[in-house]
């Protein structure tokens, strides 16, 4: 009985430190995201009936996202998403969920509640398995995560109607003024603004 309670509490220690390096690797991945100047990347995002390609700069929850179809910026309150074949302008205070459909890095604040981890290694590669302990929008997340920059490589995210994978290539560090993050109506003059806050 007692070598039965030994290994018990063994495997509890395992299982208690693998969770612990699944959330080291998130909070070395998040803390390359984050940096202070900002990171700039190319992505594909595909999931229902998503199917886009474009690039993203972000400087901590501020984010600028460019596809063919649309460009949208976030000042970390504030989204403004302008649709190129409208001519239009929509703006609104997101939502958790709406912000990580369009800014993958968004994980960076999201993991740290409400969410237990598991990890396996994929290759040269981390993946992160996030699920829901509560009530969420995304109920449950993979990332994968470089074993050598930290940087996050791929997202794939549950929601309610399926899953969306965003893949991440040319990562690099930038230095990123505020600026890039706001709509500016002195660029598109002839854009109509449509407010949905």
Avoid at 59 to 87: C, E, H, L, S
Avoid at 99 to 115: R, V
Wanted: proline letters at 3%.
């Amino acid at each position: 009985m007692e070598r039965l309670r030994i290994v018990m509490v063994m495997l509890l220690v395992a299982v208690a430190s693998y969770g612990q390096t699944a959330k080291q690797v998130l909070d070395k991945a998040a803390a390359v995201v984050s940096n202070k100047s900002g990171v700039t990347a190319a992505f594909t995002i595909k999931g229902d009936n998503m199917n886009a390609s474009g690039t993203i700069a972000v400087k901590g929850r501020k984010f600028q996202a460019t596809t063919p179809q649309a460009i949208v910026w976030f000042d970390g309150k504030t989204q403004w998403t302008y649709m190129k074949k409208n001519d239009e302008v929509n703006v609104v205070n997101p939502t958790e969920a709406e912000l990580a459909a369009i800014n993958p890095y968004s994980f960076i604040y999201m993991y740290k509640n409400g969410y237990s981890y598991t990890m396996a290694k994929k290759g040269g590669n981390y993946e992160v398995h996030l699920k829901a302990t509560g009530k969420r929008n995304i109920s449950e997340m993979y990332i994968t995560v470089s074993q050598k920059s930290y940087a996050p490589l791929q997202f794939r995210m549950k929601q309610q109607k399926g899953w969306t994978t965003i893949d991440i290539r040319n990562f690099k560090n930038a230095s990123l003024a505020d600026g890039t993050f706001r709509f500016n109506s002195k660029d598109f003059p002839s854009a109509e603004i449509i407010d949905l806050r």
